[in-house]
């Protein structure tokens, strides 16, 4: 407090002492005098309200919510960057997720290319094979009618050449024989 008494009395005292003029230097009519005087008053107004101590706790609450700022914005960066640091990872994630379903979509994609040529395959074989069965016994059928018009030629012709050389007597004994002897394949 004294010191800033001091300070503006010193710096007041030299253009007070340098004044120069027909009055006394502690005169009123001095207006170095009359200023000092006023600012001496002014400051003894700030100390008496104690202005000082109030701007000194206006600016150390302004630095302390400066501070408080600065802490804040440190916690919000912080913040932002476990924000950012889980975005991230979970896009990263995302991104495996996607590789994994793409790879299992082409698997699964190349599984059903390789089941569908499979069933082809076997349906290709098994109309192949009824082909074969059907070719097998339309050439059995065949075979069968031709011997049985070759046995139906041949009885004819042996009927005809039999019935040519032989009496009636044989022709019935033969006939008979001839029954008998198929009735015996037959059954």
């Known amino acids: 407090m004294k010191r800033l008494i001091i300070l503006p009395a010193l710096l007041g005292a030299g253009p007070a ?22 600012f001496l008053l002014f400051i003894g107004i700030l100390v008496y309200f104690k202005v000082p101590g109030k701007v000194t706790g206006f600016l150390d609450a302004r630095t302390e919510q400066i501070r408080n700022d600065l802490d804040e914005a ?8 476990q924000l950012v640091a889980g975005y991230e990872r979970k896009l990263r994630e995302v991104k495996e997720q996607a590789d ?18 499979r069933d082809m395959d076997a349906q ?45 007597a044989e022709a019935a004994k033969s006939i008979d024989a001839g029954i008998a002897e198929v009735e015996a394949r037959l059954h």
């Open 100 to 117: 994994r379903i793409v790879t299992r979509a082409t698997q699964e994609a190349k599984d059903a290319a390789e089941q569908a040529r």
């Open 74 to 81: 440190r916690r919000l960066r912080e913040e932002a960057q």
């Open 124 to 168: 290709v074989a098994r109309r192949l094979a009824a082909a074969e069965e059907q070719l097998a016994a339309s050439e059995a059928e065949a075979i069968r009618s031709v011997r049985n018009r070759a046995v139906a030629v041949a009885v004819a012709a042996a009927t005809e050449v039999l019935a040519q050389q032989m009496s009636g």
């Open 17 to 38: 002492l340098a004044a120069a003029g027909d009055y006394p230097f502690l005169s009123l009519y001095n207006t170095d005098i009359v200023v000092l005087l006023a």
